[in-house]
């Protein structure tokens, strides 16, 4: 469904990720409940969804190019998932050389689908503050992303450098690879992206399920729910004193699931509602005109088409406001937290009827 809306609304076939790996759903299947969500274009998640990754046969982009044009779909993104263990042989660790060509191979499979980005997987994905916790890891750095940069813009196809929670916009996370854009000129290479998951307000129906699962009191972690989206509803009036609700916690007779859930699991250098990292909507106001891609990302929309994971009327209206044009492709993953339950079609369905009403489309 082709438009000339100056923000478009896509899908990542890695929200369909249950139903194809049970079988439900073939290609034909996800692009099909993509189109039939208004999707206008889609990201392919090669791993799983191209049999002979990581090579492309004409076969499959026959069928591929096939499928889109019926559907009338456009291919926008590749994801890339390189990491530093090599994927047939983990005890392998990459060398930058290594993760260089596998990226560049990527980058030309971006071309052959047709894609005019790739999703980076690369340092700065989770942010400054987990760059410098003990449990990071590298993938494509800095200086992996300049030597790539020229062939990207030669290819046409763009790495986009996904900041995803609990990493944000603001943090410098990001920007040695800035740096290295401004350095070579070379901004046709690459740019920023935005994963929905730096603006979570609230969890999951499905974490609730979880937390009382293990004991905690509904009528207390509603109560926790309720500061959270408070606190981080860029309303004017969201000033929350933590040490206060703690205080109640406790008085209502909250013990250790309520209490984690509040300040982050001890032993954990992030976490907990209290600690929440998000981006407000100014900021990514701010840095709207300079994003190249969006991953919408979700974990529950309800019946009714609204949702308490993030206040998307705010957040699309920053968008606007600030000059973004391109692609919101939703990447669905609530099927995580109770596999077999959830229906991914109806899910994906219903973030974009949201995202077109905040949109005004």
């Known amino acids: 469904m082709k438009t000339n809306n100056p923000i ?5 076939l890695y929200s369909y990720q249950e139903v194809f790996w049970r079988g439900d759903l073939d290609l034909e299947g996800v692009l099909t409940a993509a189109a039939g969500a208004g999707a206008e274009g889609v990201e392919i998640f090669g ?6 990754f990581p090579h492309i046969t004409d076969e499959f982009l026959y069928k591929w190019f096939y499928l ?8 926008v993104c590749y994801e890339h998932f390189a990491d530093r263990r090599y994927w047939k042989d983990t005890s392998r660790y990459l060398s930058d050389d290594d993760v260089f ?14 894609c005019k980005f790739i999703r980076l997987s690369h340092d700065g994905h989770n942010g400054k503050f987990i760059m ?20 990207a813009a030669e290819l046409g196809v763009k790495m986009a450098l996904e900041v995803h929670g609990p990493g944000l916009l603001e943090d410098g996370g990001n920007d040695d690879f800035l740096e290295a854009l401004d350095r070579t000129g070379i901004y046709e290479g690459g740019g ?24 905690g009191n509904p009528e207390i972690i509603d109560y926790i729910r309720r500061m959270s989206r408070k ?7 969201n000033e929350v004193d933590w040490d206060e609700v703690e205080a109640k916690v406790k008085e209502m007779g909250g013990g250790s699931v309520e209490l984690d859930f509040l300040n982050g699991p001890k032993g954990r250098s992030f976490g907990g509602v209290r600690n929440r990292l998000i981006t407000p909507p100014e900021v990514v ?20 088409c609204t949702c308490d994971e993030m206040d998307y009327p705010r957040y699309l209206q920053a968008l606007k406001d600030g000059g973004y044009r391109g692609y919101i492709s939703t990447e669905y993953e609530g099927q995580r937290s109770v596999p077999h339950t959830i229906n991914e079609v109806e899910l994906v369905r219903r973030q974009h009827i949201l995202m077109r009403q905040c949109l005004g489309y």
């Not at 889109?68 to 291919?75: A, F, Q, R, T």
């Not at 060509?101 to 047709?114: C, I, M, P, Q, R």
């Not at 606190?231 to 009036?237: L, M």
């Open 8 to 12: 478009k609304l896509g899908v990542s």
């Open 47 to 52: 791993e799983a969804m191209i049999p002979s």
């Open 68 to 75: 889109l044009d019926n559907l009338d779909l456009e291919p």
């Open 101 to 114: 060509d596998l990226t560049v191979h990527y980058l030309e499979s971006a071309k052959k689908l047709g």
């Open 132 to 151: 410098n916790d003990a449990h990071s890891h590298t993938v494509v750095n800095a200086q992996i992303f300049e030597r790539l940069l020229p062939i």
């Open 192 to 215: 920023l992206m935005l994963d929905f998951s730096g603006c979570f307000r609230d969890c999951s129906p499905m974490q609730v399920d979880a937390m009382v699962s293990r004991g």
């Open 231 to 237: 606190a981080y509803t860029f309303d004017g009036n």
């Open 285 to 304: 106001k701010e840095y709207a005109s300079q994003l190249i891609y969006i991953h919408g990302k979700a974990h529950w929309i309800n019946e009714d």
